[in-house]
């Protein structure tokens, strides 16, 4: 890993925001329901307050949730979990959103108790939650960078290991999962070199117990890629 891979990241860790056009139906979700179940960042200093019903007991967050089933599926897990799910691709918003968002109800419908969405790049969240205000953090599938030129992109960086371990709560897990061999060899270089979680070795082709599955999953099984499963602990009394 060269010097220049670790300096620190350029504004944007994604390209397009959008892939195949949008379906009028999609575009209502991100024009109508969005608004009504977005996280806004003036809510960010006091998140769990940001929830509605009955308090939440703890504060979980997804980085980059693709289509939605595992986000999802942990927050109907979970239902004493404030859940916020980060995504800052359009296709992938409305897939989640059009499970939670009956058709015709999208300039109406009332969010989830225990659930938002952040529809922004997940570094400025995170840079404006309050320290130790986490209990979980997942990064599923997250996009590779697979060119060396591109190392800097990469979500697990030495700037956002920082900040995750200053969210966190000491014993706090944050589990993570890739498929490509370029980026799983990163994730072994770049948590080998921190001292603020304890990493121990993943699991390999087999999800850890509690872990929901996701279509990323799915398409890496059929094309013969093994994930890797991580879970790292914050350290600390």
Known sequence: MSDTSL????????GRQRGHPLRARQQRLLDEALPRLRLNPEQAADPK????????????????FGGGEHALDQAQRNPDVGYIASEVFENGLCSLMSRIVPEGEEDTITPPD??????????????SL??????RAYLM??????????????????????ELARLLKPGAVWRVASDHPVYQDWVFEIMGAQ??????PPAKGERPESWSPT????????????PFYWTFTRRGA
Request: net charge positive.
């Open 49 to 64: 307050a940001a929830f509605t019903g009955a308090p939440v007991d703890q504060l979980w967050l997804e980085i980059g």
């Open 215 to 226: 279509r990323y999953e799915a398409k890496a099984y059929r094309e013969g890629r093994v």
């Open 141 to 162: 599938f997250p996009d590779p960078w697979p060119k060396a030129r591109h190392a800097k992109r990469r979500f697990i960086h030495p700037e956002n290991i920082r």
């Open 114 to 127: 225990h659930f938002r969405i952040w529809p922004d790049d997940a570094r400025l969240l995170l840079k």
């Open 7 to 14: 300096k620190s990241q350029p504004e944007r860790l994604y």
């Open 195 to 200: 001292d603020l979680f304890d990493a121990p």
């Open 130 to 135: 309050p320290d130790g205000c986490l209990d």
